[in-house]
């Protein structure tokens, strides 16, 4: 099992920038994939980011939106820059390992226009 604490939400005006961390409760250097997905308000959680292999983003980020991994800290990030009132979600952290997905509580992320 892996827990993940995700930090670093907030309310930030349009065309700001935000550095989301997730936190793992031990070593990430074996799980095969994370990400962030986010869920706005009446919407279905969505992918956002995912690092592995090779990093993939949702379309609506790219180009603004970076994912990184950090393995001797344990910890994923999530520079989101250029943010826009429709990123405004609760941003949950993901690991998939052995075919089970771990999820943190979530951050929520508030843009105002």
């Known amino acids: 099992q892996v827990q993940l604490v995700e930090s670093g939400g907030g309310l930030v005006q349009a065309g700001g920038s935000l550095r989301l961390s997730c936190a793992a409760s031990r070593s990430i250097f074996s799980i095969s994939a994370m990400g962030w997905y986010r869920q706005a308000p009446g919407k279905q959680r969505e992918l956002v980011a995912t690092?592995?292999?090779?990093?993939n983003y949702a379309d609506s980020v790219k180009g603004r939106f970076t994912i990184s991994r950090d393995s001797a800290k344990n910890t994923v990030y999530l520079q989101m820059n250029s943010l826009k009132p429709e990123d405004t979600a609760v941003y949950y952290c993901n690991a998939k390992e052995f075919g089970v997905n771990y999820w943190g509580k979530g951050t929520l992320v508030t843009v105002s226009s």
């Open positions: 690092i592995g292999g090779s990093t």
